[in-house]
C-alpha cells in the first residue's frame, strides 16, 4: 500500500526484463529499466506525503471540463482572522466559566465576582457594547416591592416618589455614559436629594436574593450601582450594602475633587417627639434609620444642564461586600 499504479508498472516491466537474458542489450536494458523503477517509486513515494494525496487503492478524482475552467474564490484572510478571534473569545469565555458555572450562584451561594461574570456584565464595558437604558419610574417601583418583598415590611418604601429636592433629568454624558442633569440653576447649600429609598442589605442571602429575582441585564446594573459601606452598630458584620432605588443610581462621580459638585452631610432634622420617643424606648427602627441617613448637598453653585458629580471615594467601601458574605 502507498504504492502508485504508475510506479508498480515500471517494476513489473523492470522484472519481466531482467528475466530475459537471451543477450547482453537486453540485460543492460533490464537494468536500465529497473533503475527507471526505483526512480519511479522513489518520485511517487514523495509526492503522496507531501500532498497527502490518494494511493494506489483510491481511485483518481475526475475532473470536468466545467471545473476546470471554473473560476475558484479567493481567499478571505479577513474572514479566517475573525473566524480565528471568535474562536479564540469563545475559548476564554468557556474557560471563564469552568472556572465559574452557575452552579455557584444561588441564595446561598456566589461572590460579587461569580454574578459578574456569570450574567456577563464586563460585556458592557466593551466600546462597541450598545448604550445602557435609562430606566423610569416603573422601574423603581418594581425595585422597591421586590426589596420589600425580601427584607421584610419594616423597609418598605413609598413607590411614587424619588430622593431629589430639585428638578432633574437623566441623560447620556460623552465619556461617562447615563448621568444626571440639573434641570435649573442650583445655590451653593440647596439640598439635592437623600437616601430615602436606598436598599439596605445586611445579609449576603438578601442580595444574592435580590440579583436572582430580576432579569440579568437589570442585576448587572444593579452591581455596577450597589455601594458598600461601613457599619458602625446596624450590621452584624461591620459592613452594609446600598442600592440607591431611584435616580440617585446614576449619580457618576468626579474624574477630579474639583469636577465633584455635590457633598454629603448628616441629615439634621429629628423632632421634640424623636427625642422624646428616644428617651423612652419608643423610637421606631423605620424612624432611628432615617434620622441616621444622609443627604447631598449642592458644593457649590450648579448651572442648568451641569452634570450633578459626587464622589464615591467619601462613602464607598467595597470590603463591606466581603464582610456581608458576598
Known amino acids: 500500500k502507498g504504492v502508485s499504479q504508475r510506479g508498480a508498472k515500471c517494476t513489473i516491466l523492470g522484472l519481466t526484463l531482467r528475466v530475459n537474458r537471451q543477450s547482453a542489450i537486453m540485460r543492460e536494458l533490464s537494468w536500465m529499466m529497473l533503475v527507471v523503477a526505483a526512480l519511479c517509486l522513489l518520485i511517487d513515494t514523495s509526492a503522496a506525503a507531501a500532498d497527502g494525496q490518494v494511493t494506489s487503492d483510491d481511485p483518481p478524482k475526475t475532473v470536468t471540463a466545467d471545473e476546470a475552467d471554473s473560476p475558484q474564490p479567493p481567499k478571505d484572510d479577513n474572514a479566517t482572522q475573525t473566524n480565528e478571534t471568535t474562536s479564540n473569545e469563545k475559548t476564554a469565555k468557556e474557560g471563564w466559566m469552568k472556572v465559574l458555572r452557575k452552579e455557584f450562584m444561588s441564595v446561598d451561594l456566589g ?26 419610574d416603573a422601574m423603581w417601583v418594581y425595585l422597591r416591592g421586590l426589596y420589600t418583598s425580601i427584607v421584610g415590611p419594616w423597609a418598605s418604601m413609598h413607590l411614587l416618589e424619588d430622593g ?3 428638578p432633574v433629568y ?23 436629594w437623600d437616601e430615602q ?16 429575582s430580576v432579569p440579568q441585564d437589570l442585576a448587572c446594573d444593579l452591581l455596577q450601582w450597589c455601594y458598600g459601606m461601613k457599619a458602625e452598630g446596624s450590621s452584624p ?9 431611584d435616580m440617585g443610581s446614576f449619580l457618576n462621580t468626579g474624574s477630579s475633587v474639583d469636577d465633584v459638585n455635590l457633598v454629603e452631610l448628616p441629615q439634621s432634622n429629628a423632632t421634640v417627639s424623636d427625642v422624646t420617643a428616644t428617651t423612652n424606648g419608643k423610637l421606631t427602627k423605620t424612624r432611628m434609620e432615617e434620622l441616621g441617613k444622609h443627604a447631598t448637598y449642592a458644593k457649590r453653585d450648579i448651572k442648568a444642564g451641569e452634570q450633578l458629580l459626587t464622589n464615591y471615594a467619601e462613602f464607598d467601601f467595597d470590603h463591606a461586600w466581603r464582610l456581608i458574605g458576598m
Not at 461572590?111 to 430606566?135: G, H, K, M, Q
Open 111 to 136: 461572590t460579587v465576582d461569580d454574578f459578574w461574570i456569570n450574567f456577563e456584565c464586563y460585556l458592557s464595558r466593551y466600546p462597541s457594547a450598545p448604550a445602557r437604558p435609562l430606566w423610569d
Open 164 to 166: 431629589f429636592a430639585v
Open 170 to 192: 437623566l441623560g447620556y454624558h460623552p465619556r461617562m455614559g447615563r448621568g444626571v442633569f440639573a434641570a435649573q440653576d442650583i445655590a451653593k447649600g440647596t439640598k439635592i
Open 197 to 212: 429609598y436606598s436598599a439596605e442589605f445586611t445579609e449576603a442571602w438578601q442580595m444574592r436574593t435580590f440579583l436572582l
Open 237 to 245: 458584620h461591620g459592613g452594609v450594602v446600598y442600592c440607591d432605588l
